[in-house]
């Protein structure tokens, strides 16, 4: 009877006060799981994309146009989820030189919205590159394990989820391929996430607009993988995030395929950067002084053991891979104490840079890298 009440009492309420029934439906979808939580918390790791495979493979020129797709979830319980979604190929380099292009996943407002879930419905999808299964595998899953590892440093990071996607041809012409893949999620969601907002036009930002310890935070963790494929004037392989406080923009890097930490065989050293092959660590990032260097080093530090856990604990890697992973993130942390036996009390920019001191990437001011004009 009081439950019977209390619902007649908020009937009420609604119809009295109708701007409040709006603001309730948009608590609620601010509040709703996005379709990436749900797969992450139910445990939907398994996925079946049924599309016109020749037709999505050969849309690579000028800006590719979504087509229909259906798309099944599957988790660890065998419960499962349809969805008819939209899918195109995507990126520049990877699309370009990939066997298998890299995805775009567009799922339905209102399938979303039905399903109690948020609207945020666009999602990147990291997918094998080459048709060689073990080093396709092997890069994959190693870029995967360097967005969980940048996690692990800070929340100004897009987190990840791994699945096992078969890809079946709705005409029946080509083979049925299955391969790991990864979605990343969305920027709306991370925006939502942060409470920030994505800066779309900031190229050639300024030192003094960005929020210097997060801007040092992901120039270290790019220097850790041992990744220069990212420029922070150009606003290139990352996102500049803020909501228009003194607290400025926030960096959120992406694509790190050509890092030392995943090696894959398509990447390039960029010897524009002081590089002679990959792997080589080049620090990229603006000048700071040396106790947000150090305190910035001293984070890292903090978090070594959980870093080399993430590695461990991937099994889907072979031990091989996940010792390459190992060797190559031991070798960062024996030179941060390399450059403490060098420094003393606090490590420096300029020890940082001393690999390729006179390195400043396209587009940025020399004197913001520590470099006389």
């Not at 119809?15 to 139910?42: K, N, R, W, Y």
Request: hydrophobic fraction near 40%.
């Amino acid at each position: 009877m009081k439950t019977c009440r209390l619902n007649l009492l908020l009937a009420l309420i609604l119809l009295v006060f109708p701007a409040l029934a709006g603001a309730a439906t948009g608590g609620d979808q601010l509040a709703a799981s996005s379709i990436f939580d749900h797969m992450i918390e139910d445990g939907y790791d398994e996925a079946v994309i049924t599309t016109d495979l020749a037709a999505l493979m050969a849309d690579r020129k000028g800006e590719p146009t979504y087509q229909a797709a259906d798309l099944l979830l599957t988790n660890e319980e065998g419960q499962m989820m349809s969805w008819e979604i939209e899918v195109k190929p995507r990126g520049k380099y990877r699309r370009r030189i990939c066997d298998f292009t890299p995805l775009k996943l567009n799922f339905s407002k209102s399938q979303l919205r039905a399903s109690g879930l948020s609207d945020h419905d666009k999602y990147k999808l990291v997918t094998h590159c080459e048709e060689e299964r073990a080093a396709a595998e092997a890069a994959l899953l190693k870029e995967y394990t360097a967005y969980q590892m940048y996690n692990a440093l800070t929340p100004y990071s897009y987190r990840v989820h791994l699945l096992r996607i078969r890809y079946v041809d709705s005409k029946g012409e080509l083979p049925t391929v299955r391969r790991y893949a990864f979605l990343l999620e969305s920027t709306k969601q991370l925006e939502d996430r942060l409470g920030l907002e994505e800066c779309e036009d900031c190229l050639g930002v300024q030192p003094d607009q960005l929020n210097r310890e997060a801007e040092s935070m992901h120039a270290v963790f790019q220097y850790m993988i041992g990744n220069a494929d990212f420029n922070l004037s150009m606003v290139r392989n990352l996102k500049l995030l803020g909501n228009g406080s003194s607290q400025g923009l926030i960096p959120v890097g992406y694509d790190f395929d050509f890092s030392g930490l995943v090696m894959a065989n398509y990447a390039v050293a960029a010897s524009h950067l002081g590089q002679t092959q990959i792997g080589d660590r080049v620090f990229l990032g603006l000048q700071v002084d040396d106790a947000t260097i150090e305190a910035t080093l001293a984070t890292v530090e903090s978090r070594r053991d959980e870093l080399f856990q993430i590695i461990r604990s991937q099994r889907a890697l072979t031990g091989q891979a996940r010792a390459e992973m190992r060797i190559y993130l031991k070798s960062f942390f024996e030179h941060l104490e390399e450059l403490r036996a060098q420094a003393g009390t606090k490590r420096t920019y300029a020890q940082l840079r001393q690999t390729a001191p006179d390195v400043v990437p396209a587009g940025a001011d020399p004197s913001d890298y520590g470099v006389r004009k």
